[in-house]
């Protein structure tokens, strides 16, 4: 380590490890180049499309906008330990159910966005619905059945 680098402990995914990356070396890397994981894409990289998203104890966050050293600490969940292909969250399930996805893209920011209002919300309006899925954008589907898959979500118990 010198003046340059830092080191940078994390527990992605259950997974606890310590990296060495340079001061300006952004989160969204750290998890794809260091903890391997492609379950956040690097897409606009100034975060306005929400593909980077994961929760960074507990609040969803743009990855690429946070550097890897203001993490240090920190407990990272991305969509990849939310559910299985066999047993899907009732999130997902949703999604599923509803169609409320194409290409995926832009599932990371939509499911965990989803995930973090149930957790606050038995029964989210519309309104809080939208609001929650606001910072992602999709250009596959449009939001409607997104919306639809949320509110079903809700309907759903895991």
């Known amino acids: 380590m010198n003046d ?50 994961a929760l960074v104890d507990g609040r969803c966050v743009k990855t690429c906008l946070v550097l890897a050293g203001r993490a240090d600490g920190a407990s990272v969940t991305t969509i990849a330990s939310l559910g299985t292909a066999e047993h899907p969250s009732r999130v997902q399930r949703a999604f599923m159910e509803e169609y409320a996805f194409q290409c995926g893209f832009c599932l990371p920011g939509m499911l965990l966005a989803a995930e973090v209002l149930l957790a606050r919300e038995d029964d989210p309006s519309d309104a809080q619905i939208r609001d929650a899925l606001s910072g992602n954008l999709c250009r596959c589907t449009g939001y409607v059945n997104a919306v639809r898959a949320v509110r079903r979500a809700a309907e759903l118990r895991d």
């Open 4 to 53: 340059e680098t830092l080191s940078v402990e994390l527990e992605v995914d259950g997974r606890t490890g310590v990296v060495t990356v340079e001061q300006d070396t952004t989160l969204v890397d750290v998890l794809r180049e260091e903890f391997g994981s492609t379950a956040v894409r690097a897409g606009c990289r100034n975060g306005d499309c929400g593909t980077c998203t």
